[in-house]
């Protein structure tokens, strides 16, 4: 870059030591009534024809019509010129240029013209004026047809534009067009007069320095833009000061192209000196800050910072849409645009240091398509002020108008109006960063700082905010205590063994620390029949130094168990109740130290309440019915303020809803409230979850959301009191109940991020991650036979499903990689699987490399291998999957084609590891998953 100042730098210096030309020894008159165009052509002509020099523009002034500049032509305008467009349209020469673009489909008319030209200047500290006022816009495409453009350069190289005060186009006031190593420096541009008044277009051009510019539009200021394929590139603009009745500083609309390494910093947005009259109805400007692709073209590493802003309805608006407008004409004109059949991508954003006054109630949104996601956006050290009011009233109807992604419209700041976020909308992005932003507003505003809808990113983001889901990973149906500082959490595992204790300091982080039992001794459970059977809906609680967990089997009946310390170990499972489809129970000690249980039938409801011996191992009574509602479970028991609360969802799991019930008796009559619904959000059925206070007085509501893949992952929803009713999450939509939030700040300050244990290098014992799909045969595996691996010894069975000895652990987030390696001996199946709804495997057999597919094998590469490499990569988002296999652990190759797995038998996708056949061993050497956090 400072090789290019220096040549842009040297280029007027070479010129003014060549000749000048007078306008006015060309016959130009200082008179507003006398066309000087001729004269003025002449000069230039003569200029060009002598190999280059200064063209001057004395005091005075000077009408013209089109004007053509030529290579080596510096015209300058002294202090106390003018040069004035003609009002008249015949003095204007349509100009065709042979570059294609969509602004160059038809001949067009403009002041000062160049094309394929080079080393041309305008400078000085005179003034430009195009008269623009005096011409009709007749029709949507009519800019450079019926309205002139002041200056308009295409495919040139080495242009300079300095000082001079540019006023008045018809139309836009400039238009770089495919231009090389534009300079622009301290010019001042008023363009308020028509339509389609930007004060500067950059469009398709490479190295381009914008400096010191001060500018006032009626439509854009500073735009980039791509009319054809070729990108804005190696743009720096700085040091700048904008008003615009649209938007300050944009990229976009037309972007066929796009924009690459772009650097803009030191901007003031401020709103006009002479606002007279609203302008596209507004008063202000609609941004200060867009950037935009909706043509087909990319935007990456854009970097925006130390931006100044008074006022604008919507500041920052970042938008991938889909228009699809094209460049090219398959008619005569404009009318006919090829369309393009393509969505581009945005990835690469950062803003940072900007401080917004006195803006509109909008908001910001960062948006882009389903499937088309926003990628790498950083926001830092922004404040913004604005007059919100949006009060809860208002919040359906915005609501119901975001629900329109307009995938083909106009990109525009205000194109939703108020957002559901007082802050940041954002929607279909990934990997968004917020640091260190302010969100102020004059009046009470309902909406929360930050809404997103379909935001990749989970779990801790290291800010000092989460995302949800916080556990992006099947933790059905999570029940959550707080026994001090520390908070405790299980959860249903249906027919995996080893139902798991998680452990968090801070309700955001979870680790393992301990499984409450490692078998099921009851008949089919040695024989893999109990698929969907087993632990359904447990429930923690602590009560006199003990830890209980209760929890129910369709088939078997409710069973309990106590522990000292949540690390185990824990005691034997103590069968309270033989019985078939109950589900869902939870304890509950009252004050005078009466215990209850209450708990549901299968299917839907009610609620049944059961007096239970203080030491929580025996039901007193048959229990009595308190609630029956629309599928009624999942019962948590709270006593508040002398209130008796049943937390229970309602509905179903794919489109349930959380009820709170209250009563001052334990057995009714209970009052109903519903407390958390799914509303305008993506998040489907937010219910059956645990209202858990944090050591600071505030409360949470875990609850988990069905997803087809990953199972039902774990969202955590800020909680208040209000009239001894719990609400759930934010009333976006202003009917008196919560809605899931998307991200929140964190309940308890902390710095470490990390996510449940995965990875096992097998040791002195298996890793808590790990569960045996029905019980294991414990004569057939070790992690003794050979230090540091796993062996699973073969047992027969016929495919995957049925196999004993799977040892499987939990599919986390939306992107993970397992590895691990093999060696196997005997007639046997061994390797590495995935499973759902369905079983799929890859692995070593006598014969060589198979895949496993719903119970059928396909051997994909013939031999004898003493050892194999195996890998299985996991896109739950876009809900595909893939094995390979390693000879050599450096060079893999696929097995099989790529797949789709679903969730099944009330859980989500798992991985693993198996070995099942006729004789032999599998030995495996260390389990690593890898997970994209």
Known sequence: MRHLLTTLLLIPAFICRAA??????????????????????????????????????????????????????????????VVLGSTDLKDYRPMKSSYVSLRTQTETIQLIYADSVHNIVIDGYGIIDGQGRAFEKLSWNDEGVTRPHLIRFIQSQDITIKDVTLKNSGCWMQHYLACDRLHIDGIKVFNR???NNDALDIDGCHDVIVRGMMADSD?????????????????????????????????????????????????????????????????????????????????ENVNISDFTVEGTESPIFIRLGNRGRGYLSSGANMEAIVPINHVGHIDGVHLNNIQIRHAGSMGCSITGLPGHPVRNVSLSNISLYHKGGVKADEMAQI????????????????????????????????????????????????????????????????????RNPVLNVDFSDPDVIRVGSKYYMVASDFHFLGMQVLESDDMVNWKYISQIYRRFDEPGWDDNQHYAGGSWAPAIRYHNGLYYVYFCTPDEGLYMTTARNPHGPWAPLHLVKRVE?????????????????????????????????????????????????????GTKFL?????????????????????????????????????????????????????VDASDGSWWFYHFQETPVLGRVVHLQPARWEADWPLMGVDFDGNDIGEPVASWKKPIPSATVFLPQTSDDFSATLGLQWQWNHNPVDTHWSLTARKGWLTLKALPADCLMVSHNMLTQKVVGYQSESLTMVEASGDNYAGLFCSGKQFRGVGLCK?????????????????????????????????SHQFYYSTDGLHYQPAGSAFSMHSGYWKGIRVGLFCYGNSGQAQFDAFQQKVAH
Not at 438 to 466: A, H, K, L, M, S
Not at 588 to 610: C, K, M, N, T
Request: with cysteine; charged share 25%; aromatic share 8%.
């Open 219 to 299: 439509d854009d200021g500073i735009t980039l833009k791509s009319t054809s394929p070729r990108l804005c590139e190696n743009i720096r603009i700085s040091d700048c000061v904008v008003s615009s009745h649209c938007n300050a500083v944009k990229l976009g609309t037309e972007t066929n192209g796009g924009f690459r390494n772009v650097n803009i910093s030191g901007i003031v947005v401020k709103p006009s000196a002479d606002q007279k009259e609203k302008f596209f109805g507004q008063w202000i400007g609609s941004s200060a800050i867009s950037l935009e692709i909706v043509d087909g073209g990319v935007l």
């Open 639 to 691: 006593k508040r303020n002398g209130w008796y609360y049943l937390i229970i969802p309602e509905g179903g799991v794919g489109q349930g809803w959380q009820t709170a019930l209250r009563s001052k008796n334990i057995y009714g009559p209970y009052e109903r409230r519903v407390v958390l619904e799914q509303g305008s959000t993506r998040v489907n059925g937010p219910h059956q979850g645990a209202l």
């Open 847 to 879: 014969e060589g490399v198979f895949i496993e597919v719903d119970g059928q094998r396909t051997l994909v590469q013939n031999g004898r291998f003493q050892k194999l490499w195996l890998r299985v990569t996991n896109d739950c988002q876009a809900n």
């Open 581 to 633: 489809r109950w589900e869902d129970p939870c304890p509950f000690w009252d004050e005078d130290g009466q215990a209850y249980l209450g708990r549901s039938r299968r299917g839907a409801g009610p609620i049944i309440v059961h007096r239970m011996s203080a030491d929580g191992k025996t039901l007193l009574d048959e229990g009595q019915t308190v609630y029956e509602g629309p599928v009624a479970e």
């Open 399 to 466: 609501c119901d108008t975001i629900r329109d992604e307009k995938e083909k419209a106009y990109p525009e700041a205000t194109m939703w109006g108020n957002l559901p976020a007082k802050g940041f909308f954002v929607r279909h992005a990934r990997n968004v960063k917020f640091s260190n932003i302010e969100i102020v507003t004059e009046q009470p505003d309902i909406r929360p700082d930050f809404v997103n809808d379909d935001v990749e990113g989970w779990g801790d983001q290291g800010d000092g905010t989460y």
């Open 193 to 195: 007069n028509n339509y």
């Open 20 to 81: 000048d030309y007078n306008v006015v020894d060309y016959g130009a008159t200082s008179d507003a009534g006398v066309n000087s165009t001729e004269a003025f052509q002449k000069a230039i002509d003569r200029c060009s024809e002598k190999g280059g020099g200064r063209v001057v523009i004395p005091a005075g002034l000077f009408r013209i019509g089109t004007i053509v500049l030529k290579s080596n032509v510096h015209l300058h305008l002294d202090h106390g010129a």
